[in-house]
Nanobody, 121 residues
Framework: QVQLVESGGGLVQAGGSLRLSCAAS????????MGWYRQAPGKERELVAR???????NYADSVKDRFTISRDNAQYTIYLQMNSLKPEDTAVYYC???????????????WGQGTQVTVSS
């Protein structure tokens, strides 16, 4: 059974930093594309960043040059380093794991329970 456990959310002032973690279990980690998505109140869930087993990354335009996704294949964990946070980054952040062969369908993957990030102005 796939389990994704996020941690690291919280309240931070604009311009500050947070680091999110997502620990995975129940999967062959090296077969999975891992990603961070977020959902703000009244908005649809959106991609923040994704990373392939080989380490290739892609980011939403809104977070490029501010956020960095990384993965530790030995620890079955991914991270999202968030710098220069803005109030518009406020959302629930979800970890996603989807098999590489289904990388274009994250909805067919597994989701964590989410962690709240709140950025005050």
């Amino acid at each position: 059974q796939v389990q994704l456990v996020e941690s690291g959310g919280g309240l931070v002032q604009a311009g500050g930093s947070l680091r999110l973690s997502c620990a995975a279990s129940g999967i062959i980690f090296s077969d999975y594309v891992m990603g961070w998505y977020r959902q703000a109140p009244g908005k649809e869930r959106e991609l923040v960043a994704r990373i392939t087993p080989g380490g290739s990354t892609n980011y939403a335009d809104s977070v490029k040059d501010r956020f960095t996704i990384s993965r530790d294949n030995a620890q079955y964990t991914i991270y999202l380093q968030m710098n220069s946070l803005k109030p518009e980054d406020t959302a629930v952040y979800y970890c996603n794991a989807v098999q590489m062969v289904l990388h274009h369908r994250p909805d067919l993957g597994s989701w964590g329970q989410g962690t709240q990030v709140t950025v005050s102005s």
